[in-house]
């Protein structure tokens, strides 16, 4: 895969967010520095990246997100207001676990009711 100025912006843009971006919000944010790049040319590489397993794709409900690779973690969605929490507790200790082969990547997915919308009085 060659590298371009567009993959190399959507990249620098997934591992430098704290939030959990779809491909619209990286769109969005690829336009501040690159105008002229259209929102086909964005889902492409996302989807190369997420191939090439340089990007995590989280699917929660009806749309996916894009995470960065950068350091193994889980993720918790809450229901009610739709944020994604990362967790970053070593959950899971890849060497203890038993496969005919070796552990690349894990996803590990949380859903619930995060903290906030359980402390809210409904009106």
Not at 41 to 59: A, D, F, G, H, P
Not at 72 to 101: A, T
Request: proline share 2%; aromatic share 10%.
């Amino acid at each position: 895969m060659r590298t371009t100025k567009q993959r190399k912006l959507v990249l620098e843009i997934i591992n430098n967010s704290h939030d959990h971006l779809n491909a619209e919000d990286i769109y969005y944010e690829c336009r501040k520095k690159l105008p002229n790049i259209s929102l086909g040319t964005v889902y492409r590489i996302l989807n190369q990246l997420s191939e090439r397993q340089m990007i995590k794709r989280l699917k929660f409900e009806s749309y996916d997100c894009f995470d960065s690779m950068k350091r193994q973690h889980s993720h918790f969605y809450c229901v009610k207001c739709h944020h994604i929490y990362d967790i970053f507790d070593e959950l899971i200790n890849v060497d203890k676990i038993k496969v005919p082969g070796k552990i690349n990547d894990y996803d590990v997915k949380f859903v619930g009711t995060c903290d906030v919308c359980l402390n809210k009085k409904e009106d």
